[in-house]
């Protein structure tokens, strides 16, 4: 090797080590950004030229030092991981927070809840037994009734408002999912040109995976990345991004709790009609939370309808059944005490038909007006093993279940979702311990190749500027 050679050796050397101190910086300046991957510069030797001729034998130092390039130290394992967590924690987040708050809606146990309602209104019956026909007993007795009503007719309406709330929440998410497919996309067509032209797409790479994590966090997405810089992400098992192209997601279904039409479901925007199967996130939550009452299989909140619905209508048979076999103080028999409108929501329609003492059947048959014993008898419906305050008993027991499990599931789901990203960081996270070493290191690099260069710049000046001079 020449000396001039020597000189272009130390050149590498200084380059190289500044590359390193250049990415050691931008590690350090990144340590608290979410999502960064930490970066490395790739280095390897380069060899001696090939001799010829004459002087072709004996050994023959290297050229120096080439940078290969500035590596990403991700691991495409653990980035799965992360985004499978991520939609199993999208999933149980969701329906964990919504059965929370459907408990809640119940206000059970409290006073505003429908067991401290129908406790006041057995205690009204047993009143008007013991003061038939008169009005200030029938008053109270309606006061509770109507409270009782209304009280169902409200827990019933905050379902309706949930569902709803859910329903508009879901289509927003759909939109963001389109949003974040079509944000992938373009980073493919971005990193594939990078990547090609010998550029560092690093950073690119990581702001694309965070928005891959996102669309698992809301529909369970899977990736795969192609050897050409892009990914591909699937839902359901059909591509939502494919290169640098996409697809759209819709929602369809009925639009209202009550509404005409199938259960909402995720559709293919191409492809109508088709639901799209979801294994997690956020969007697999809402549908299941919106899935039309089946016997006790469907969703939650039209379950728990169903429930206030077959509350009212058992309310209804039961104080009607008694109520009809006895009469009022002014003779009338066969009477009402509840009605509800025909095609309407039981729980919605619930009403006190009675609207004085004169309504109200407190007697037997030819007992006379002061006869109290049918009054009486309605007020012990609420003790038996088959009473309205059983049935709404199990339906806040199962409610209340299916809320504590769902908080279990998200527990598991987060503590999952956490590993997940711990094991991920444990590789690819910045330490600063590790990059205030790489920043030494370098710099002593650096310093190395800088004197190596002044000896090669000494011994050139020493060889033009000083050899010849003997004599002088």
């Known amino acids: 090797m020449s000396t001039f ?8 050397g200084l380059t190289a080590a500044q590359q390193g101190i250049n990415v050691a910086g931008q590690n350090i300046a990144n340590a608290g950004t979410d999502g960064y991957t930490r970066q490395r510069i790739e280095q390897s030797a380069v060899g001696a030229p090939a001799r010829t001729g004459l002087f072709a034998a004996g050994a023959q130092a290297g050229q120096g030092v080439s940078v290969d390039g500035i590596a990403r130290l991700g691991n495409s394992f653990l980035d799965a991981g992360v985004r499978s967590g991520a939609a199993q924690a999208g999933f149980a987040g969701y329906r964990s927070t919504e059965l929370q708050q459907l408990e809640g809606s119940l206000n059970e146990p409290g006073p505003a809840g429908i067991s401290t309602a129908l406790q006041t209104f057995w205690s009204s019956w ?15 007795l309606l006061q509770a009734g109507t409270t009782l009503v209304n009280t169902v007719s409200a827990g019933y309406r905050a379902l309706d408002s949930q569902w709803t709330r859910i329903r508009g929440e879901a289509q927003s998410t759909v939109s963001t999912l389109n949003d974040a497919a079509a944000r992938v996309a373009g980073f493919n067509a971005t990193i594939r040109s990078v990547t090609a032209s010998g550029g560092s797409a690093n950073e690119l790479i990581d702001a694309r995976n965070k928005v891959a994590e996102t669309i698992a966090s809301l529909a369970g997405g899977t990736a795969r990345d192609n050897a050409d810089g892009t990914m591909d992400v699937f839902v359901g098992g059909n591509a939502i991004v494919s290169g640098t192209s996409h697809r759209e997601l819709t929602l ?26 979801l294994d997690g996130g956020k969007l697999a939550g809402a549908v299941s939370l919106l899935a039309p009452a089946a016997g006790g299989a469907g969703g939650a909140i039209s379950e728990a309808a169903a429930s206030y619905n077959a509350f009212a209508t058992k309310l209804m048979d039961d104080v009607n059944a008694v109520h009809r076999t006895g009469q009022s103080t002014t003779g009338a028999s066969n009477l009402d005490f ?96 590790e990059e205030n070493i790489s920043l030494l290191s370098n710099q002593h690099a650096y310093q190395a190749a800088a004197r190596a260069m002044t000896a090669v710049d000494e011994a050139l000046d020493v060889l033009i500027n000083h050899t010849g001079l003997v004599g002088r």
């Open 252 to 277: 369809s279904g009925q639009a209202s709790m009550g509404g005409s039409g199938y259960g909402v479901q995720l559709e293919w925007a191409d492809r109508p009609g088709v639901a799209v199967p």
């Open 5 to 12: 050679g020597g000189l272009n050796t130390a050149y590498l």
């Open 338 to 433: 509840f009605a509800t409108t025909p095609g309407a929501p039981a729980a919605l329609s619930l009403s006190i038909v009675p609207t004085s003492a004169a309504g109200i059947a407190t007697g037997a048959p030819s007992s006379g007006a002061l006869d109290g014993k049918i009054a009486d008898a309605v007020a012990q419906i609420g003790t038996g093993q088959g009473s309205p305050d059983a049935l709404w008993s199990g339906i806040v027991t199962g409610i209340g279940t299916a809320s504590q499990s769902a908080q279990q599931h998200q527990q598991l789901a987060d503590a999952a979702s956490a590993a997940a990203v711990g094991q991920r960081s444990s590789g690819a996270s910045v330490s600063l311990d």
């Open 126 to 140: 047993q009143g008007v037994s013991n003061h038939p026909g008169e009005a200030a007993p029938a008053g109270v």
